[in-house]
């Protein structure tokens, strides 16, 4: 029983992070691009892990995999946020069908030099 | 106090990574969790103990119930815009406002909002959140505040302030 609702997790967990690498390469700047990352990557991998879990049962390798878990949940939007901060900061553009950009209206000319 | 329950969670930490309750292992945990409190104890945020008060702890419950719903909603989301030929998406930075005022409910709001449907949390300047939406629906300040930062606001108001 268990097996099967790990390998359920399994399936859907790899579906996810399959979405997430096909919205890596059609979505078209790099903060569209974070976003379909950190969202599906996130989600994908934590389920992966979830199924890990209950395919070996209460032991030293579930263990590792739900600190693993949380783990992600902590560092992967702080990462997607570090990286998406530096790459405003060093003067990447939205693309250009995007709608409005109130942070380089308000940090006109403050970006950092490369 | 403070310092005592963060070396219990580092000690907990180890135990979870080693798996063994041998006096060996826990002798070298011991070891480890007490260079590492000391050397970085001073930077762990503050008011983490306060999550563990009861009434604090019941909503820290419904807020992460509420979180993963978002969280598969926002899984969702990505695919239908990812999928779709057309390609429907309608992005920009947005500023947003917050009333939350320690840290840890801050950390907790940003990483709430880069996690849930078509929003990447990009800078904090002061009280305002600048946010990379995917599909903007609205172009008025208060409306976007409403529609972003107001589920979990209320919610984290009551866990961490």
Sequence with gaps: ?????????????????VVGCIGLVRLPDIYNRLQAATKCVTLGTCMILLSVVFYTGIGPISSKAVLCIWFVLLTSPTGAHAI????????????????MDKYAEDHEGTEDKV | MKRFLHFLILLVVWVMLTWSVHW????????????????????????????????????????????????????????????????????????????????????????????????????????????????ITSEDPEEETELIVRKFEKLLERIFE
């Design chain 1, 1 to 17: 029983m268990s097996e099967s609702i790990g390998l359920g997790l399994l399936i859907v967990g790899i579906a996810f992070d």
């Design chain 1, 84 to 99: 998406a901060r530096a790459a405003h900061r060093s003067g990447i553009r939205l693309w250009e069908g995007s709608f």
């Design chain 2, 24 to 135: 060996q292992d826990l002798l070298v945990g011991f070891v480890v969790a007490l260079l590492a409190e000391i050397m970085l104890g001073d930077i762990f945020p503050t008011g983490v103990v306060k999550v563990f008060y009861p009434r604090r702890f019941f909503w820290l419950v419904v807020y992460s119930v509420d979180f993963f719903w978002y969280v598969i909603l926002a899984n969702f989301d990505v695919a239908y815009r990812v999928l779709n030929i057309y390609l429907p998406i309608r992005p920009g930075i947005v500023k947003v406002r917050t009333r939350l005022k320690t840290d840890m409910a801050r950390t907790f709001l940003a990483n709430s909002i880069t996690l849930t449907p078509g929003t990447l949390c990009v800078d904090f300047v002061g009280d305002h959140i600048y946010v990379h939406w995917i599909n």
